[in-house]
Nanobody, 126 residues
Framework: VQLQASGGGLVQAGGSLRLSCAAS????????MGWFRQAPGKGREFVAV?????????DYADSVKGRFTISRDNAKNTVYLQMNSLKPEDTAVYYC???????????????????WGQGTLVTVSS
């Protein structure tokens, strides 16, 4: 699976952005999809995960709950991250990732994911 993230940019605090991640291949619907982010000088941080089908289970980091929404369109092989009420601390490179999932899959650790996109930079100004 090859992943291509897009949609990042510069936005003022309180604004919104929607990130997209397009996947190649015919097996997109067999993967859990997640978003992670990495701020300068920090480690990769879990943001959100969605199960294999649209409308399925989602999970979010506490820091983004109520502000971010993950969704997917399996017909378009694309996963989205709608980000509202952005804060300067949301500034980071955002990565999408794909995981086949296991019986113990949680989706919150980067080691569970096999495929990664190249990242898209989100900068939130105060």
């Amino acid at each position: 699976v090859q992943l291509q993230a897009s949609g990042g940019g510069l936005v003022q605090a309180g604004g919104s952005l929607r990130l997209s991640c397009a996947a190649s291949g015919r097996t997109f619907s067999s993967y859990y999809m997640g978003w992670f982010r990495q701020a300068p000088g920090k480690g990769r941080e879990f943001v959100a995960v969605i199960s294999r089908w649209s409308g399925g289970r989602t999970d979010y980091a506490d820091s983004v709950k109520g502000r971010f929404t993950i969704s997917r369109d399996n017909a378009k092989n694309t996963v989205y991250l709608q980000m509202n009420s952005l804060k300067p601390e949301d500034t980071a490179v955002y990565y999408c990732a794909a995981a086949p999932g296991t019986s113990r899959f949680s989706g919150v650790t980067h080691k569970e994911y096999d495929y990664w996109g190249q990242g898209t930079l989100v900068t939130v100004s105060s």
